[in-house]
């Protein structure tokens, strides 16, 4: 068992350890296409060979116009005709800054003072090709505004939709900046299908709410979303591998752009603009509540003031209740609710004050207003709670108790605790239930159950596995069979006397369904003529094959298709001719 | 077919299987009597009924417990602890059977280091499962993964592609864990010593060296026997021979 590990544990040592490189160094760039569009990603590899990791990295030249990000290392060791190698493998994906021809290297490295150098490639980036018309391709980014020309302080939808056609993952955007614009996400990205241009798409999409707090014009410069398109390349079906977990799926980088946009931001107009307004701006609307409106003296009563709507909620100011006479007001901590939906961001504030008057009477609690402006209605607009009256009768003064808010919760105190003191030390009991004697016996599964469920399911399923090969293989062999018989039974069919046109081309068929693993109807010159080429027949040979059959359907199509044909002894030959050009 | 059935049924009536319950209810007399005994505070007489019971009976971790309290009740610290250790290999998440365990370690004289390896500390949930839970769990996550794959082989829809891949990795981490709790039930070499104190010898011979003393309840780890001697060692690495009668395996031979 020492001994086992031991080995083992060498061969791991002798697989993770750094090797000593026998191999001279050398190092290589490549790129994995010399021409891209300024939207496209490209690979770059360099490869050094004769090193160890930890050597040296590779410094590159020549990437100032480009987004360098590295995406893996790794290591190579190989053995070829007895001769160790070893090696580091860097790859980097280059996004382009800007269209032109650029010159990607040299890459250099260092190894014990002396700097090796790799070859240089050419690169030309050239401006992503804009389709003219409707099509769009499988994969396009929009962008939208809900509106072009907005208010400071007014809010607009800038939504995001991605069309695709193709499998995408790893989505990433990068918003646009722009000083003095804000965005804030509207909730989650939103899936669904959808058609464009008359072409069915996966459409994603995700909205801002867009606020400009200085005027101008604004030139919001293209979304950038990056991702990788997935393009699964699958190994050949029926194979245990065929599926999404073995198969070799390309995973290609992407980035799209959406259009430029242009927003114009107005100011507020200064006419009308009510005294102390806050800068809220959108369609606000207020209510208020006086609880209980009869009360007795000493007790309290809570006025509740709530401000709702939909725009910059943020704004909202705190009211202020002023001084009323033989009345005690405590004001609450205000509560602002804030929330977003697909069309922009929504919300409340709640203000509440607790009313404790001193003296019975008839209070009056005076209208508190707000201005704003309406962007509905383009302009400004006060809103004004009702006026409330308070009851006040003779009575007990009790104690105030304050509109509960988030800090002002009732505590209650209970006994004062301590911590339990152990007086007694002993063990627990036995267990003397008669169940305790069936139960909790299993200290080491064994025998045949055990192994029954450990092997049987990974026999039946390789049993069942098997089978399936089988008789796949056998499909596959009589498929064979049929082939290599096929020209045996033409050259049978074609001794026979009176042979007809319509039968040597229904003969010409069954020959090349046969020998091919075909199921073709009727077979026409030219088909004949791209199996034959696809086959490694010549092009003598299969242009002979073409006439024969352009010379039988000519009969056929014009009315001698039953009459006795002379070809019938040409065939065959051309036929064993054939037999011996196939691959 | 329906002959062979039938002609079964017959044998199964003319030929009954052996009355479980007549078996049993010896058992049940022995276990009956025994926690009669305990409560009355005959510990010996219980300790001798557990004993018998774990020979020839049923063999589960309760009784183990039970033989544990009666042995702790008369003040046997080393045996009680032994079979304490024996119960958790079988029935580990028992609240009674790791508070006694806990209560009977406090008693202990010999302060023992402990050291986890890297296995029990990713593994961590291993010394609360019992081999025989663990290896139901993987049998049906066994059942379970290769029954996905061979439903994989007529029907490739996505879901059981995803399904595949999540009973894959459990069927890694159950397989692992089997696996492991498996090795250590087979390599357990603890043994618990059982005499009040014993000396560590430097050799297999009572003239030779005492190292150091060990005392009841200490668990070492077994090396090897020779002639009545047991070497033994603690994790700290202190070895010495011990008489084979002061220490006793956790780990039962049937």
């Known amino acids: 068992m020492k001994r086992a590990t031991i080995f083992l544990a060498a061969v791991f040592l002798f697989l993770i350890l750094p090797l000593p490189a026998h191999a001279d160094i050398s190092i290589t760039l490549r790129l994995d296409r010399n021409e891209a569009m300024l939207m496209d990603s490209i690979t770059m590899l360099v490869k050094l060979s004769g090193v160890r990791k930890g050597d040296s990295r590779p410094v590159l030249k020549g990437l100032e116009s480009f987004d360098v990000t590295r995406t893996g290392t790794s290591s190579r060791f190989e053995i070829i005709n007895g001769k160790m190698n070893s090696g580091i493998d860097y790859t980097y994906l280059l996004r382009p800054k800007k269209t032109g021809s650029f ?481 | 077919m329906k002959r062979f059935i039938s002609i079964f049924i017959l044998a199964m009536a003319f030929f009954p299987a052996p009355d479980a319950n007549a078996r049993t209810n010896g058992w049940d007399e022995v276990f009956f009597k025994a926690n009669q005994a305990y409560r009355e505070a005959r510990f010996q007489e219980a300790i001798q009924g557990y004993d018998r019971l774990i020979r020839s009976g049923p063999r589960n971790g309760h009784l183990y417990y039970n033989l544990g309290n009666a042995y702790f009740k008369t003040e046997q610290l080393g045996p009680a602890i032994l079979n304490y250790e024996r119960a958790r290999l079988v029935i580990p998440r028992d609240a009674d059977l790791n508070f006694n365990l806990s209560y009977a370690r406090d008693q202990m004289r010999d302060a023992i280091p402990q050291s986890q390896g890297f296995f029990q500390a990713a593994f961590f949930w291993l010394d609360s499962l019992s081999m025989g839970e663990l290896f139901l769990g993987f049998a049906v996550l066994n059942v379970l993964f290769w029954g996905i794959l061979f439903i994989r082989l007529f029907l490739r829809m996505e879901w059981t592609y995803y399904l595949f891949l999540i009973l894959l990795i459990f069927w890694l981490i159950g397989g692992s864990s089997f696996g492991l709790k498996w090795y250590q039930a087979r390599s357990d070499d603890r043994a618990v010593v059982l005499k009040k104190e014993v000396s560590i010898l430097a050799g297999p011979d009572v003239r030779d060296t005492v190292l150091f003393k060990l005392h009841e309840g200490t668990i070492v780890h077994h090396e090897r026997s020779e002639d009545g001697w047991s070497l033994v060692h603690l994790p700290d690495k202190k070895r010495g021979w011990v008489k084979s009668e002061a220490v006793e395996l956790i780990l039962t031979n049937s």
């Open chain 1, 103 to 583: 010159k990607i290297g040299p890459a250099e490295v260092k190894v014990k003072g002396k700097t090796f150098r790799s070859n240089a490639e050419i690169l030309k980036i050239a401006e992503p090709v804009r389709s003219s018309g409707t099509h769009r391709g499988p994969l396009f980014l929009k962008a939208a505004l809900s509106s072009r020309k907005i208010y400071v302080e007014e809010e607009a939808v800038y939504s995001l939709k991605l069309y695709c056609r193709k499998r995408v993952g790893d989505l990433s955007l990068n918003l646009p900046e722009s000083e003095h614009l804000a965005f804030k996400q509207l909730g989650k990205p939103v899936e669904y299908q959808g058609v464009y241009n008359g072409e069915s798409y996966k459409i994603l999409e995700v909205r801002y709410s867009l606020i400009a707090s200085e005027e101008g014009i604004y030139a919001i410069r293209p979304s950038r979303m990056n991702m990788t398109v997935l393009e699964s390349r699958r190994r050949s079906p029926g194979s245990l591998f065929d599926d999404p977990f073995f198969s070799m799926s390309s995973r290609r980088p992407m980035t799209l752009d959406s259009e430029p946009l242009e927003l114009e931001v107005v100011p507020l107009p200064e006419m009308g603009r009510p005294a102390g307004f806050s800068g809220l701006v959108g369609t606000f609307e207020i209510e208020s509540g006086l609880e209980p409106s009869r009360i007795k003296t000493g007790e309290s009563a809570t006025l509740t003031i709530r401000l709702r709507g939909r725009g910059n909620i943020k704004r909202i100011p705190d009211l202020k209740m002023p001084d009323l006479d033989q009345i005690k007001i405590y004001e609450d901590q205000p509560v602002l609710e804030e929330k977003t939906d697909s069309k922009g961001l929504t919300g409340a504030k709640t203000m509440k004050w607790a009313l404790v008057p001193e003296k019975e009477g008839r209070y009056r609690i005076p209208p508190l207003s707000i201005g704003f402006f309406d962007t509905g209605k383009h302009k400004y607009r006060t809103l004004k709670t009702r006026p409330r009256s308070l009851d006040v009768l003779p009575g007990e003064p009790t104690r105030v108790q304050a509109p509960a808010g988030p800090d002002k919760g009732k505590t209650t105190e209970g006994p004062a605790k301590k911590a339990v003191k152990e007086i007694g030390h002993d063990i627990l009991p036995v267990h003397a239930s008669m169940k305790d004697l069936a139960t909790g016996s299993r200290e080491r599964p064994g025998g045949l159950v055990f192994w029954v469920l450990l092997l049987l399911p990974l026999f039946v399923y390789g049993g069942t596995l098997c089978g399936l090969k089988i008789g796949r293989k056998s499909a596959d062999s009589m498929t064979a069979a049929k082939a290599k018989k096929a020209a045996k039974d033409f050259i049978r069919q074609c001794r026979q006397d009176d042979l007809s046109s319509n039968d040597l081309i229904l003969y010409i068929t069954n020959y090349f369904n046969n020998r091919f693993g075909l199921s073709l109807g009727s077979l026409t010159p030219d088909e004949a003529a791209g199996i034959m080429e696809s086959k490694g027949v010549s092009p003598e040979t299969t242009n002979k094959m073409k006439d024969v059959i352009k010379t039988l359907e000519d009969a056929v199509y014009t009315g001698k298709g039953y009459d006795g044909c002379e070809m019938g002894e040409n065939i065959p030959k051309l036929i064993r001719q054939m037999e011996k050009e196939i691959r």
